[in-house]
């Protein structure tokens, strides 16, 4: 199997001739065999890319802000709760000593500007 990167064929020749010379991140790689060692390590540099391509954008997580929402719906409970609107609520909790109703406070003020 040819390597992808010049990275990657330089960390299989470290693994395959110096061992004891590969970082702690890379130690994974002596459980290769020998033989596939070699064949990463004798790919011919001219060609590959320095690093591997990062991930395409459609790779990616597409919904990387849900994420960030530990308990969906959190808000709104507590507005509802309060008689106020989210928008209401979230401008009382950004001012909060809590911090983690302020964090909220402030994720949910910065979530509805991104719809404007």
């Not at 928008?87 to 500007?113: F, W």
């Amino acid at each position: 199997m040819p390597a992808v990167s010049i990275r990657q064929r330089r960390a299989m020749a470290i693994a395959e001739h110096h061992p004891e010379e590969l970082n702690a991140k890379n130690r994974g790689l002596l459980s290769l065999s020998h033989e596939q060692l070699h064949d990463f390590a004798d790919t011919p540099e001219s060609g590959l890319p320095r690093s591997k391509e990062p991930m395409a954008e459609d790779k990616k997580k597409k919904n990387f802000i849900a994420g960030a929402i530990k308990h969906p719906g959190s808000l709104r409970a507590a507005a509802k709760r309060n008689g106020r609107s989210t928008r209401q609520e979230a401008d009382v909790e950004k001012h909060s000593p809590n911090k983690k109703i302020r964090s909220r406070g402030n994720l949910a003020v910065t979530l509805m500007g991104m719809n404007k």
